[in-house]
């Protein structure tokens, strides 16, 4: 059967822009340093395991790591490339596809993700589509159920992008049977280890680029002409790049021959009101991605909190910028009737310097 028959979205629309609000594909570029703090086998798996919830969260299509420096070890990437695979993976494909490895030895203690892709029953009726593993003319659909496999649409590799992988639908279950297909829903991203550095990775990239920084532009002022942007030049990808806990961006350019003017479409400081001395790439990571899709909601007309009157910026007394729609002090009040009142949410209050932005009101 064929897409069409099925109303099945072609492939390339397929990552959902359900839960964000950012108008293009999003991947993260982010070094292979990015849990150096973290030591501990056991402390970096579990921080491995809330990066992939982050990214997830956001609907994240790819996330990219770079070597910071070359010339070092590149152990430590390949353990976080196994590890975000090890979570992207559906958990009844994880034996087939992951040997035991020390890398994957406190793996049992990763968050689980719950992805669509992520059946949390073993049920498997006609018209499931699955992530599946080819052997041959069959594929693993469960931990211990082969299905015969007909050509489909042909194979697509399924996140995170492991050979083998592919997404199939269920057409028979006694006989198990199933076809190639495309995916129906967010399945998760595709991990890539580049073994370069990065502004080797840079160049590579064909997208809207954000670098974040604490030197960067306030986010207030850059991303909305970041969204012009896509809008004007049809930019299908965005890439927002980060440093590592110990080196800014501009740092670890400048170790490698190049800098950071020029290199990015947006140099961006996502957190204009930071007071520590540098925030952690699993710490910004999950900022950053909060920050961009809230700033697009908030940008957005169908967005409830600026659908009326013309957008504005200002500073609070605490000198966090903030954005609203307004006509007037009646109209404020009505619209606050008509949408009822609205909270942030509990994740955006762990963020203070975002709720103050995104949400406080201006003084009239």
């Given at each position: 059967m064929s897409n069409q028959e099925n109303n099945v979205p072609p492939f390339k629309h397929?990552?959902?822009?359900?839960?964000?609000?950012?108008?293009?594909?999003?991947?993260?570029?982010?070094?292979?340093?990015?849990?150096?703090?973290?030591e501990n086998p056991v402390d970096f798996t579990i921080r491995a395991g809330f990066l992939a919830r982050y990214s997830a969260m956001a609907n994240v299509r790819r996330v990219i790591i770079y070597r910071e420096d070359v010339s070092r070890d590149a152990r430590a990437g390949k353990d976080l490339e196994t590890l975000?695979?090890?979570?992207?993976?559906?958990?009844?494909?994880?034996?087939?596809?992951?040997?035991?490895?020390?890398?994957?030895r406190y793996a049992g203690l990763i968050p689980p993700l719950n992805i669509p892709t992520h059946p949390q029953t073993k049920r498997i009726a006609p018209g499931d589509v699955r992530v599946a593993f080819i052997e041959g003319t069959k594929v693993l659909v469960d931990e211990d159920k082969l299905a015969e496999l007909a050509?489909?649409?042909?194979?697509?590799?399924?996140?995170?992008g492991i050979k083998g992988l592919t997404f199939v639908r269920i057409t028979s279950v006694k006989p198990l049977k199933a076809e190639l297909c495309g995916p129906v829903r967010y399945s998760g991203f595709y991990v890539e280890l580049t073994h370069q550095g990065l502004k080797a990775t840079l160049a590579q990239l064909n997208g809207l680029k954000i670098g974040t920084s604490?030197?960067?532009?306030?986010?207030?002022?850059?991303?909305p002409s970041a969204l012009?942007?896509?809008?004007?030049?049809?930019?299908?990808?965005?890439?927002?790049?980060?440093?590592?806990?110990?080196?800014d961006l501009s740092e670890i350019l400048e170790a490698q021959g190049s800098s950071a003017k020029g290199a990015f479409d947006f140099y961006v400081n996502m957190d204009p009101g930071q007071v520590l001395k540098s925030i952690r790439t699993d710490e910004a990571v999950p900022l950053s991605l909060i920050t961009l899709n809230c700033a697009a909601a908030l940008l957005s007309s169908g967005n409830p909190y600026l659908r009326w009157g013309k957008l504005i910026s200002w500073e609070d007394n605490k000198g966090h910028p903030c954005w609203t729609r307004y006509t007037s002090r009646?109209?404020?009040?009505?619209?606050?009737?008509?949408?009822?009142r609205q909270k942030p949410s509990d994740f955006l209050r762990l963020f203070p310097s975002i709720s103050l932005s995104l949400f406080q009101d201006p003084k009239v």
């Open positions: 397929v990552t959902t822009h359900i839960m964000r609000n950012w108008p293009s594909e999003l991947s993260i570029v982010i070094p292979d340093t990015s849990l150096s703090t973290h975000l695979k090890f979570c992207v993976i559906p958990p009844y494909l994880r034996k087939r596809v992951f040997p035991l490895t020390n890398s994957l050509q489909g649409e042909g194979a697509q590799i399924a996140p995170p604490r030197y960067g532009e306030d986010y207030s002022k850059a991303l012009e942007q896509l809008s004007k030049n049809g930019v299908t990808e965005t890439f927002l790049v980060f440093g590592s806990p110990s080196s009646k109209e404020r009040r009505n619209s606050r009737r008509r949408r009822g």
